[in-house]
């Protein structure tokens, strides 16, 4: 993806404006529905708190704005879910109402799909699922859905292996000099799939690199910023500076541990090593302030790409042969490390949004 930087910078940039101006896309329902091959998308999330699915969408509906489908630039309306399945049930029989005829769908719960894709199957309109993939079985339901996201796994095994990296070339962190880093763990929701991948994979590739660990606790923020300062204020006063790491699931819980030492006066030398996963505006501003040590860049641009063309595809029965499928069904974007070395590299102008332009 080296060569779009510029293109990915211009998309930015734009979704920047329109973050604030996002009712410029019409509606599905309010546009002329009788005209063909017109991309009308209904998009519905499971919370408009998280960060990162925000800015994610910024993205997509930027660079839908840079498209024509039937001659016409495609209209988008979106829906929060707020954390609630039968909602997110309620959305899409109002977004296939209001004559959407993409549905792209942030799972609730990813495990409980089959009301959603029993009524788009019913009305013959295709959902791409996004960010939170369903169970391959449900996928299998029907032969117009899809899933566009990154392999939770490799953002795993990349935050361990830039912890390992860190602690290797940094002794200090071992404050305690007894040959065992002390950490803890900052998980999203409780048995969530992409919780526990992380979690797992981070620890076992720390070991794998040869960190002896000692897991001191873990606690779950629900990938909430505020939620995460509340649990790392807790764990601090139990541990006070014995805790040497902090893997957090996002970057917004990596953020809510930093508030967390912040508030209560910490000084640089006397916090540990912090890690997230996501590579949101303020995770990387944080790095470039030296507050959050890494982070893994989770391509929120490159996913809304792919979700952009893979719906006019859909409709335009164009361009499904040009999309890299894994198992006909599967777009999934590769996450990349981001530091302090490649951070000035991924900041933009005005460091607000990253160019995915170096993969660190």
Same mark, same amino acid.
Not at 211 to 228: D, P, T
């Given at each position: 993806?080296? !060569? ?9 940039? $734009?979704?920047?404006?329109?973050? %604030? ?48 489908? !039937?001659?016409?630039? /495609?209209?988008? *309306?979106?829906? #929060? ?5 039968? %909602? ?37 309109? /295709? ?21 566009? !996201? ?17 602690? +290797?070339?940094?002794?200090?962190? #071992? ?9 803890? =763990?900052?998980? @999203? ?6 919780? =526990?991948?992380? *979690?797992?994979?981070?620890?076992? *590739? ?14 779950? $923020?629900? +990938? ?44 640089? %030398? ?8 996501? @590579? ?15 982070? =893994? ?17 859909? =409709? ?5 042969? #040009? ?30 949004? /990253? ?6």
């Amino acid at each position: 993806m080296k !060569g779009s930087a510029m293109k990915k910078k211009r998309i930015l940039s $734009a979704g920047i404006i329109l973050g %604030t101006t996002a009712l410029l896309l019409s509606a599905c329902g309010n546009q002329q529905q009788n005209q063909e091959n017109r991309l009308y998308i209904g998009v519905t999330y499971y919370n408009q708190s998280d960060t990162f699915l925000n800015e994610m969408l910024d993205s997509f509906k930027a660079q839908l704005e840079e498209m024509e489908v !039937g001659g016409t630039v /495609p209209a988008v *309306t979106v829906r #929060d879910a707020a954390g609630l399945q039968k %909602t997110q049930n309620d959305q899409v029989k109002e977004l296939i109402d209001a004559g959407c005829n993409v549905l792209c769908v942030n799972l609730v719960d990813r495990a409980d799909p089959s009301d959603i894709i029993d009524l788009a199957r019913e009305y013959d309109v /295709p959902i791409i699922f996004f960010n939170r993939e369903p169970v391959a079985e449900d996928l299998m339901q029907w032969d117009r859905l899809y899933y566009v !996201g990154a392999d939770a796994k490799q953002s795993g095994v990349m935050q361990g292996e830039l912890a390992a990296d860190e602690i +290797w070339e940094n002794e200090q962190i #071992d404050r305690n000099k007894d040959g065992k880093i002390q950490y803890v =763990v900052l998980e @999203g929701e409780a048995g969530h799939q992409d919780s =526990v991948i992380r *979690t797992e994979n981070s620890v076992n *590739t720390l070991q794998q690199k040869g960190i002896a660990l000692e897991k001191l606790s873990y606690e779950i $923020a629900n +990938w909430n910023r505020a939620q995460a300062e509340n649990r790392m204020e807790q764990m601090i006063g139990q541990y006070q500076t014995s805790i040497e790491l902090v893997l957090a699931n996002n970057d917004d819980m990596a953020l809510g541990a930093i508030d967390a030492y912040e508030k209560l006066n910490y000084s640089e %030398t006397s916090r540990p090593v912090i890690f997230g996963i996501d @590579g949101t505006d303020d995770g990387l501003k944080a790095i470039r302030d030296s507050k959050l040590t890494g982070t =893994v860049y989770n391509d929120k641009e490159g996913q809304a790409e792919m979700m952009a063309k893979l719906a006019a595809a859909l =409709v335009s029965g164009e361009g499904m042969e #040009d999309l890299p499928f894994e198992n006909d069904r599967y777009l999934m974007v590769p996450y990349f490390k981001v530091t302090p070395q490649n951070i000035e590299e991924l900041l933009g102008e005005e460091n607000i949004s /990253p160019e995915a332009n170096e993969r660190g």
